[in-house]
């Protein structure tokens, strides 16, 4: 009895012994989890950044360039489009010289060719007028563009936003956003007193 005893003893000792070790070798097996990055808790909100550009409740600064800029070419602008005119009345004649009974071929080749050199005039005004007023833009919008950048990075330290979109630059990327998370309106408002 006594002998049994002790090789169930044994056998059990044993026994714990190796479930023991076997636990032990499974865990060494299986590679320790990373732990988790903590991310602190952000605010969101989103801005409307065209609506910068309305008469009514935009930019003060960014609103009063772009009246200068439409004053500045508007000459060049009532220029292009007396030339656009011409050249739609030339080729309203070119028609009727077509469709007359009587085809003078000369007169029609003349008109053609006035007609042609206007086209390439307009052209050339239009693509002068282009980079004229980009550039006008970028020397008199430029520094506001850069204020507002710096107004933007500012407003959004002081009311703590972790993450702000300009839904006016994400086209069809944006889905849903809802109207409380909104703040073009008090970034406008907080831009314009500082910036008169």
């Known amino acids: 009895m006594k002998f049994s005893r002790l090789l169930l003893s044994l056998l059990g000792l044993a026994l714990g012994t190796v479930t023991l070790s076997a636990q032990t070798a499974a865990a060494a097996i299986t590679p320790a989890k990373p732990a988790a990055k903590l991310l602190p808790v952000s605010r969101v909100a ?6 910068f550009l309305a008469e009514e409740g935009g930019i003060k600064q960014l609103v009063r360039v772009l009246k200068e800029l439409e004053l500045e070419f508007s000459g060049t602008q009532s220029d292009l489009s007396l030339m656009g005119e011409k050249l739609r009345t030339m080729g309203g004649e070119l ?3 077509k469709a007359g009974g009587v085809a003078n071929a000369a007169a029609i080749q003349e008109k053609q060719a006035a007609a042609e050199k206007l ?4 052209q050339a005004k239009q693509q002068q007028a282009q980079a004229a007023v980009q550039q006008a833009q970028q020397e008199k919008q430029g520094p506001i563009s850069i204020e507002i950048g710096k107004a933007l990075t500012a407003f959004t330290k002081e009311r703590e ?3 702000l979109f300009d839904v006016a630059k994400m086209n069809e990327g944006l889905v849903s956003a809802q109207p409380e998370l909104e703040v073009t309106n008090d970034f406008i408002a907080y831009f314009n007193a500082s910036h008169p």
């Open 46 to 51: 989103w801005i409307n950044s065209s609506a």
């Open 161 to 163: 936003i972790g993450l």
């Open 95 to 97: 028609n009727k010289l």
């Open 119 to 122: 086209y390439q005039e307009l």
